[in-house]
């Protein structure tokens, strides 16, 4: 079986310090996080990043900060900044970081009730984002939120927007897109072109269940804060790192490896 690929998704745009006060939000913060969710195992980080005020920005600026000091720490890991960014940011707020040429970014294929908000990725936005990352060379994750995006996804390989094979994240118990049932998780792998890899980002009280259920399908992992601030129910996790370590246990448990940030890139076709 194909080695493991474990996703940090060390911040979000809606988790606060209130929630959990080991969230990490400033540059150094962030950088540090990084790098110990790396060592803990992770090749890639997902990242938000926040203003001085600890609220979720889209900054070309405060990317490049953050990842400057994340490299500077000597993480190899794959830098997967968002381009969903907060719910309400226009497709030009959101966009900025992929000025930056990371290695990859997320795409989203599709609208979503998100909570008590809407998610908004219009046909004009998804063809918008997946145009330009095609120009700077990056490798999109396509974001799944019901299997509808699939398909969407399937239409930017037809108009030459995107090529195979594609990689997908299945954002999984957000309330108001999928369930986090294993019968959704088995409907939307079924749906995928042969060839693609794919990735599962449980929501709350499925990301450990789902993260399961990848590591025995073959399938890829995302754990973090951003999707879930808790260890076990009632208990505050206590690093993103500590998040990490746990699907490394069970992975190596099963007998699954864990990807190097480097297997990461050839099992995911990014050419740098």
């Not at 690093?239 to 990807?259: D, H, M, P, T």
Request: hydrophobic share 40%; proline share 6%; aromatic share 6%.
């Amino acid at each position: 079986m194909e080695k493991l690929i474990i996703t940090a998704a060390i911040c979000g745009a809606e988790v606060t310090k209130e929630q959990n006060p080991n969230l990490p939000i400033t540059p150094d913060e962030l950088a540090q996080a990084a790098y110990d969710a790396e060592q803990a195992g992770a090749s890639i980080i997902h990242l938000h990043v926040r203003d001085e005020n600890g609220n979720p920005t889209q900054s070309e600026e405060v990317f490049r900060e953050v990842i400057e000091k994340i490299k500077a720490k000597g993480c190899k890991a794959i830098i997967q900044p968002s381009t969903g960014g907060a719910v309400g940011m226009t497709a030009e707020e959101r966009i900025q970081p992929l000025n930056l040429r990371p290695e990859m970014a997320t795409l989203s294929t599709g609208s979503v009730n998100f909570g008590d908000d809407v998610f908004l990725n219009s046909p004009e936005y998804i063809e918008f984002f997946a145009s330009r990352m095609k120009e700077l060379g990056i490798k999109p994750e396509i974001e799944v939120f019901e299997v509808g995006m699939i398909n969407n996804a399937l239409r930017l390989v037809k108009k030459g927007l995107i090529e195979p094979p594609l990689h997908f994240d299945f954002v999984m118990g957000v309330p108001g897109g999928i369930p986090g049932e294993v019968e959704d998780l088995l409907h939307l792998v079924r749906k995928i072109p042969e060839g693609s890899t794919w990735s599962v980002a449980g929501i709350g009280r499925y990301e450990l269940p789902l993260a399961v259920m990848a590591i025995i399908m073959g399938g890829h992992v995302r754990v973090g804060f951003e999707d879930n601030i808790y260890y076990s129910k009632g208990v505050l996790a206590e690093s993103n790192a500590q998040l990490v370590e746990r699907i490394v246990r069970i992975a190596k448990e099963v007998g699954r490896e864990i990807a190097t940030p480097d297997e990461a890139r050839e099992i995911l076709h990014i050419k740098r």
